[in-house]
């Protein structure tokens, strides 16, 4: 019996069986809905979403604050700690005066000048030996002065706010900021320049605000380069008394020859009532050369003049009386002035002074000293191309090659006796987390193998004890044993990185807060200051040293802290540490705005307790005096600003397609651009970006061009699907900025395969229907049939007729 038909054989006979099964019916719609949801699995994209919140801290560029460094800048207490110093006064008074500038009270010197031979001068002076105050870029002198007498009419009378520099090889300078003023100002010279502060406005106050390091710029062009920090603030009130000849015309003469002037051989009398006739009764002779006869008449001779001791104005008896041959008002031994009563001594004043006055308001003297990114090293690079800002310079002198950076480096040879390059660090900066030290040196011989041949360079400390014990830091390049001198307690050696190495630079970073550890285990006091870097070159006797440095500095630093949150505004951190006086001052970019500010002791302050200012393109943020001794503590006032987001535009752009986009086949190239724009819209160039790519944590730096833009092009994606992060950050010196962009990566969708089988599908569904209707069709004739014939054989009606 033939047996049971395959599904391949009724396709062949193109729906031309009645007996096929029914599960052909089933098995050809199921296929057909297993094979294509198959091949849409195949195919399925990745659903996008948002990129997660990223974020990004760094460290600023350092930033300068301007601390207030004089104490009691008001008056509003007194005087302290401010000292009073005076010379040659006849009276001088110092009082606290109401009203001040803006504010209750002032003070105010009042000053009668002294004697003739020099001016007399009352100053109020702060001295900042015990404290920081560097000489750098945008130090700042404030002050305010009322001129109340200034009866004198000399170059000396005048009234004066003025300021002692001093430099590296320990030089001295002071620029005087004249407010007032009788005449013309003194001619500057190598040591002191005169500089007049006008008098703008209708308030009677002259205010006072100057850069003094453009002032000193100005005035010391040579000195400049090695001035340091600040030693004094001075108030100064300046008179000079002006002279009469001391002339009594009480004292005349007997005129016995022709002429009309006294002379040695004719005698001189005190004619009390001044009649001009010699009365024996009344009159006394002085000097005697004859008795004159009475009633004689007497003459005056306005070079006779005495010696008033006591400055009442008339001759006393007892009071040399000379005779002044050139008429200068003063005793002169050396051209045998003639004494014609009493005892002279040479340089005796032949004249009374007339009393000058000079009286003066001050208030609100405030001084702002620049702290963090300053280099207290002077003209460490060489690049003067002297050795400008250093003393002890036998053995050494610039050159212009080697050099480790810029065009100039400077040549220490020792030959039997050390040489040693130096300067003073007269600010004296406190050693802290902020100072370090860099510097770089090139060993180029060393002939000896002696502890007595070296290249070093060494640090000066002292540290606070009422002794100020003297340390030392040395940081040793080469020695000739090869090995360094034991430590002591007050001194400590180090090996540089690359110790002993010749011909090579080597480079030298080190912070010093390291050293004082060292310093606290060996018994000395906390904090500690740097007074002195010195250059140190020496060799045996008959062995040479040569070593070359480049690139000293003595470094402090003031960085904020930046945070960037994607898409949103970015936040800035800066921290004013430990404030001298309570007042201080910066600058920030602006396009920067504060958000808030909180004092050391973590107070928030109220917007009324500072101020914020627009200063030539910058935002100028002030706390003064009254808010920093309101919140008065030790530690970090902190000031947190705000900008928009400067990563303005990320974007990831398929090779040979103009528009971006954020979903991708496998494997496309692609490039990823962002612009950095500032807040106001303005692209910054030369801002440094990283894009960071989270497939194989690829990371791309670059910086912006001029329009702002990055790009990073010819970038393969992956070949795999899936969902992959880019970030990009954009930091330039004044702002920070981050987005991120999600990315979808899909296969590359097969739609002919797709619709390849979706057709077959659906023939063969198609198929499965006219097959299944067939057969019915032919089962219903089979019935009919059945029905019209009689029963012979039950056996064959499952069988199909032959021929049917």
Partial sequence: MPGKP????????????????????YALPL????????????NTVAASGTAPLATYQATGPAVQMYYQMINNTEFETGILPWKLTAYNNYTSAVNIASPGYNDISAVQLNLNSGNLTVDSHLTLLQDFSQSTVAFANGLRLRAASQVRVLTGNSITDRVEVSLSLSGSTGNLARIHYVLASSAALPANSTSDAYIAVPWLGSSPWIVLDRNVTRDAANTFPTLFRSLSSVKDTRLSVFSTSQGTPTIDPRIKYWETGTDSYWNTTETVVFDPDADGFFNPATDWILYNRGIPPTNQILSNDLRIKYVDTNLNSVWDPGEAIVYDLKDEGVYDLALNDPVINGTAVAGSLLQDPIRKQTSALFDQVELYSPTGNINWAHNGGFE???????GNIAGFKAITTPTHSGSYSVNGTASGTPAALAQSIEGRPIIDSTTGLQASAYIGKMTGTTSTDKADIWLGLVDSSPQANPLSVYYDFKTGTGTLPSNTTDTVYHRTVGFGTLSQWLSLTQNLQAETQYFDSTGHTGPYRIEAAVLEVSALSGQTTTAIFDDLSILTA??????????????????????????FYFNIPGGQSVINMTSANGTPLQTSEYTTQPVQGSLQITVPTSTGLKYSAPGTWHIYATSKNTLTNLLAIAQGTAGPSSSFSTSTTVRFASQTRDPSGVPIPGSNVTFIFSARNTIFTGKTDSQGWLNQTSIVLPSSP??????????????????????TISSATPWALIAYISIAAGAAALFSLLLFMRRRKQRAVSTQSASAQPDKNPRQQSRPEKGK
């Fill in 6 to 25: 395959s599904l391949q054989s009724l396709l062949r006979n193109n729906l031309g069986s009645h007996s096929a099964s029914p599960r052909i019916f």
């Fill in 31 to 42: 296929l057909t809905l297993l094979v294509l949801p198959l091949a849409l699995v195949q």
């Fill in 384 to 390: 003067t191309g002297d050795l400008t800002g250093w």
């Fill in 558 to 583: 003031n960085h904020p802290t930046y945070y960037a949150v994607e898409n949103l505004n970015s936040t800035y951190v800066y921290n004013a540490n430990k404030p001298a006086q309570g007042s």
């Fill in 722 to 743: 899936g969902t992959l992060t880019l970030e990009a950050i954009t930091v330039s010196s004044s702002y920070i900025g981050l987005r991120a962009l999600q990315l």
